[in-house]
């Protein structure tokens, strides 16, 4: 790791969004992982090391350029960490990438889609971390140097949004028709919640970088990420963390469920709150939500660690406003941050309950969901972990781009109201949308 090499003098940016929207538009790196946890913001350029695990084998390659692969038989997320210490990287390190929605397929046991990547973590060539107070930057010293010539020069004004072309609406019938299903499970008793999605395709290809500038403004995530990595962009707003785990072993996940719409005028916000933390429905969604996350958290920290720090308040984020709470522990002797990591994963609240039954349902109600339902995932030497649940999101790859959002199935929901929860969560990214070009052209 180079030292670090402060940017102007180490005073902090006006406008961290677009510092960072400026870095991502600017063309410096082919592959890139914006990040924002708490009130820092990180711009991970380039690949220095990388990590990419599939079905049936982990990828290494080191900062020599040098590419191993080796097949594995026990798929888990700790094969990550070993292949990270193979790298031999100097402290200190970070490193930045995703968990797709597909390692939870393996980790229950069933096949993994062919042709699925499960994770895929860089070391970046250049980061750039622009706090509340100070700017630093540290990596090659070239890339160091074009890295601060952008942030001394800020772009002036904002993209056009061109999200009111999309019809949110595409696939509703046979979205109903998988809730009816879903809900015949649910009283025959084959599991007790789980979350159908609905992949919505867009008319034009993405301006990430636009998307992402004006959909922070628009919200109020507990994460934001924007990334570029071996062909997959994504930008999202995410509303809750799968896990977070510090360099002392404290253990924080925040599962939320129950949803209403926000963002309507004082009044009908209010009454929308007052409908959420009544509805018995949404209160039941929670709770077991809630108790999944207790057993979880058991199941890798010390017993007498294990809290809920908050329970069942009401978290706005953006256009939505849902139920949340807190659990937090700390790490048992013997368990990492991967187990923790994987404890969680996918979260609950993007998956169902029981979990193994979930996902098994998913696998045959949803398409294949990719990033979407993962996690957005930085680590680092000193042993913590940052892992943002892959919501509110907005994703592209060669074949095009597309929306996803989802809706929590449980004993008493509602096709059509399902459906509308699931235009609620498409309307917090919809607006936000910048396309390269006129999709209507």
């Known amino acids: 790791m180079q030292p670090t090499v402060p940017c102007r003098d180490g005073r902090a940016v006006a406008d961290p969004v677009r510092s960072v929207t400026d870095l991502a538009r600017a063309g410096l790196h082919e592959d890139y ?15 220095a090391c990388s990590v990419r695990l599939d079905g049936g084998s982990l990828e290494t390659v080191g900062a ?5 692969s080796r097949p594995i038989r026990a798929r888990t997320l700790n094969a990550l960490e070993a292949a990270l210490g193979g790298l031999r990287l100097r402290s200190p390190w970070r490193a930045y990438g995703w968990v797709s929605f597909e390692f939870a397929t393996c980790a229950h046991g069933r096949p993994v889609p062919r042709g699925a990547r499960l994770a895929h973590l860089v070391v970046p060539r250049v980061e750039a971390r622009l706090g509340p107070s100070s700017t630093e930057v540290t990596g090659d010293p070239q890339e160091v ?28 019938q046979r979205y109903r028709e998988r809730v009816r299903t879903a809900l015949a499970e649910i009283r025959a008793g084959r599991y007790e919640k789980v979350i159908l999605s609905r992949r919505i395709p867009l008319p034009g290809r993405v301006d990430f970088p636009g998307t992402y500038e004006i959909g922070r403004r628009a919200n109020t995530p507990a994460r934001s990420f924007l990334l570029k990595l071996a062909g997959l962009q994504c930008a999202g707003f995410s509303p809750e963390l799968v896990a977070t785990v510090d360099g002392q072993g404290t253990v924080t996940t925040n599962p939320l469920a ?57 978290a706005e984020r953006g256009s939505v406003q849902h139920l949340a709470s807190t659990v937090r522990g700390r790490l048992a002797p013997g368990r990492t941050r991967w187990d923790a990591l994987e404890a969680f994963f996918p979260a609950v609240t993007a998956s169902g309950i029981p979990k193994a039954e979930a ?83």
């Open 33 to 47: 992982v914006v990040y924002e946890s708490g009130e820092e913001w990180i711009y991970a350029g380039g690949v």
């Open 64 to 68: 020599d350029g040098v590419r191993v």
């Open 145 to 172: 140097e074009r890295v601060r010539a952008v942030l001394r020069s800020p772009s002036a004004g904002a993209p056009r949004p061109g999200g009111e072309r999309v019809d949110i609406t595409a696939g509703a």
């Open 258 to 314: 129950g949803t209403r719409a926000y963002g309507l005028g004082d009044g009908v916000d209010r009454a929308a709150r007052a409908e959420l933390v009544r509805d018995p429905k949404e209160v039941y969604e929670h709770a077991i939500s809630v108790r999944t996350s207790l057993e979880e958290m058991r199941s890798v920290a010390r017993p007498e660690s294990v809290v809920v720090a908050d329970f069942m308040n009401v």
């Open 359 to 441: 996902v098994e349902a998913i696998d045959r109600l949803d398409d294949p969901r990719g990033l979407y339902a993962g996690a957005v995932v930085s680590v680092s030497s000193d042993g913590a972990l940052d892992a943002a649940l892959v919501l509110r999101a907005v994703f592209q790859d060669q074949a095009g781009a597309w929306l996803r959002a989802g809706a929590g199935i449980v004993d008493g929901s509602r096709p059509d109201r399902e459906l509308e929860e699931t235009c609620e969560k498409l309307r917090s990214v919809l607006p936000n949308l910048v396309f390269d070009e006129d999709p209507t052209a």
